[in-house]
């Protein structure tokens, strides 16, 4: 009988569950869209009962279709800075704030610049509204109803292991996300606590992504037939598990996402903050934490201009002329801020700016400045990095915009670094299930996963190009800081 593993992957788009075989390769999968709603203007919240419901029915598709396969275990990824306060028993009393969720922005433009660089030495965790430290702030400050009245506050994913198990437990990952947890001792951070205004018994017990969670309700498990004897593995983080799902573990591999928003993220042996405070620092295992820088600008930059030209016809059609260009789209320039931004510049009041519009720019223009844009913001991010890790060694990349061959030789040329693309999109989901093989003694490490990736294709620099993308970047870099002042 085949073997497989599962990884369930909550994103902010969608709930997936993925069947893979023990070489990465898929062999089933099932989504389910999730509704994003706009209650208030910046609110961005989400329904978790409703994303519960559809973790039920992707897992019962996948388990129905594997039923003559031998599933090992199931892993789960999940996309951080979630909020939900719970009552006592575990049901919601809010929806869920989600990472795009800016009603803190006042909050944290006025906040001591003291208090913002110790909590952030400490948790590793960049004071924005995407954090739920920020999020608890606001709630406490503006007597927000079901804060007062929570009994715990928790991630989506604590969310799911309490109404499927009945646990409180949390993820290394996905603790030190909130910005509430010290990166360096693994534990909830004092100094965060109190500005939050919770209490430690509000939060839950903070574990290993191997923590193999024991006690699935039998109504759950009759409802989405899980099989008999199958473990469930907590998992981490979808950013460190997109990491090892594209087998970028050790020094130097570097991986980018990109598909609505994006961020490009290196895994490091132990803890270290930016002293500047442009990246984040998440922890992993007790051992190793990963580095990086989160864009709100991906994807969705594209697709505002694309919407904004009022433009009908495919994306292929949209794009097309682009790759005509010379570098740097005839002296046009752009700056991707349209949907706030978190690094570099951590500022969800920035803005975004087209740079040396003349009359003979037409659309083709617009839309290779756009690429080049997104991807001039993933070089800078990455330059951070740099200052921390070295320079990189290589550059796995996956996600929505790694389906645009112009787009992904534009970020070898700016990178002038080789790109592997992944056979599959599903990388956070393979890194779940990988955990879930090392959680359960079925494979020996984290490390043994590069064995088992496909890769797609490499995609080589054109290192003349990136001698001249460095002149173009330059100039970027300088309107990009000097903009900043009027945020």
């Not at 800016?102 to 660089?117: A, C, F, Q, Y």
């Not at 920020?134 to 604590?158: D, G, H, T």
């Not at 002329?321 to 931004?341: K, M, R, T």
Request: proline share 4%; hydrophobic share 40%; with cysteine.
């Amino acid at each position: 009988m085949e073997e497989v593993v599962i990884g369930l992957d909550f994103g902010t788009t969608s709930v997936k569950a993925v069947a893979f075989d023990l070489k990465g390769n898929v062999k089933t999968e099932a989504e389910q869209l999730i509704e994003t709603y706009y209650p208030k203007p910046s609110f961005v919240e989400q329904k978790p009962d409703e994303i519960e419901a559809s973790a039920r029915k992707v897992l019962a598709d996948v388990f129905a279709a594997t039923k003559q396969q031998h599933v090992l275990t199931v892993g789960i990824s999940c996309a951080m800075h979630s909020l939900i306060c719970v009552d006592q028993d575990g049901s919601p009393l809010s929806d869920m704030s989600i990472w795009s969720d800016g009603r803190s922005s006042e909050l944290v433009t006025d906040l001591d610049p003291t208090v913002k660089k110790s909590v952030y030495s400490k948790t590793g965790t960049p004071i924005h509204p995407m954090s739920p430290l920020v999020k608890l702030m606001w709630m406490r400050e503006n007597n927000y109803q079901p804060y007062q009245q929570a009994a715990y506050f928790m991630s989506l994913k604590e969310y799911l292991l309490f109404k499927w198990f009945d646990k409180r437990v949390i993820d290394y990952s996905m603790a030190s996300a909130t910005g509430l947890m010290n990166v360096k001792s693994l534990d909830w951070e004092e100094e965060a606590l109190g500005l939050a205004g919770v209490e430690r018994s509000q939060l839950s017990k903070i574990v290993g992504p191997t923590e193999i969670v024991e006690g699935l309700k039998v109504e759950i498990a009759e409802e989405i037939s899980w099989p008999d004897g199958t473990p469930l593995v907590i998992g981490a983080a979808d950013g460190q598990l997109a990491n090892l799902g594209n087998g970028a573990i050790k020094p130097g591999e570097v991986a980018v996402t990109v598909g609505t928003s994006g961020a490009i993220r290196q895994l490091i042996s132990g803890q270290h903050v930016n002293d500047n405070g442009e990246t984040f620092s998440y922890a992993f295992t007790s051992d190793t934490s990963i580095i990086g820088g989160p864009t709100n600008n991906g994807g969705i930059a594209l697709q505002w201009l694309k919407d904004m030209m009022e433009f009908e016809g495919s994306h292929e059609q949209f794009l097309a002329g682009a790759e005509d260009l010379e570098i740097g789209a005839d002296g046009l320039l752009f700056i991707p801020y349209v949907n706030g931004e978190r690094a570099p510049v951590w500022n969800q009041q920035a803005r975004g700016n087209f740079y040396g519009l003349n009359v003979t720019h037409r659309r083709p223009h617009l839309v290779r400045a756009v690429l080049e844009g997104i991807v001039f913001n993933l070089y800078q991010i990455g330059q951070s990095l740099e200052e921390i890790a070295g320079e990189p060694t290589s550059i796995s990349v996956n996600g929505g915009l790694s389906k645009s061959p112009l787009w992904v030789q534009i970020l070898a040329d700016v990178f002038g670094k080789e790109i592997q693309l992944a056979d599959t999109h599903h990388g956070a989901a393979w890194g779940a299930s990988w955990t879930a093989l090392v959680a359960t003694g079925k494979v020996e490490s984290f490390e043994k996963i590069k064995e088992n990736i496909p890769i797609d294709k490499i995609v080589e620099p054109n290192m003349d190009n990136h001698v001249q993308y460095k002149e173009v970047f330059t100039k970027y870099q300088q309107i990009a800081k000097d903009i900043e002042k009027y945020f």
